[in-house]
């Protein structure tokens, strides 16, 4: 069993910068990354990042977004810069190894 802890989110000016971390209770070899669900819309995917550190960026946030991870602490960090209203949605870490572990989400408003 993992536990996922996120923490970062907030409310933020249009433009403004926010970062999202997310530490597992233990190391493990893994894909990690973020999804978000606005209200009313499907869970999408943000971005990932595996253990050697290749990422994946949807379209909507390429080039906003930088996604990262510290092995060491077993943790990833989501940092969004450019902000735009259409961010605002709870944001959820995801970690896929042999099973697939949801973060609790936390919440990014992005005001215009």
């Known amino acids: 069993q993992v536990q996922l802890v996120e923490s970062g989110g907030g409310l933020v000016q249009a433009g403004g910068s926010l970062r999202l971390s997310c530490a597992a209770s233990?190391?493990?070899?893994?894909?990690m990354g973020w999804y978000r669900q606005a209200p009313g819309k499907q869970r999408e995917l943000v971005a990932t990042?595996?253990?050697?550190?290749?990422?994946n960026y949807a379209d909507s946030v390429k080039g906003r977004f930088t996604i990262s991870r510290d092995n060491a602490k077993n943790t990833v960090y989501l940092q969004m810069g450019s902000l735009k209203p259409e961010d605002t949605a709870v944001y959820y870490c995801?970690?896929?190894?042999?099973?697939?572990?949801w973060g609790q989400g936390t919440q990014v408003t992005v005001s215009s």
């Open positions: 995801l970690l896929v190894s042999v099973f697939k572990y």
């Open positions: 990042i595996n253990n050697g550190g290749s990422t």
């Open positions: 233990r190391s493990i070899f893994s894909v």
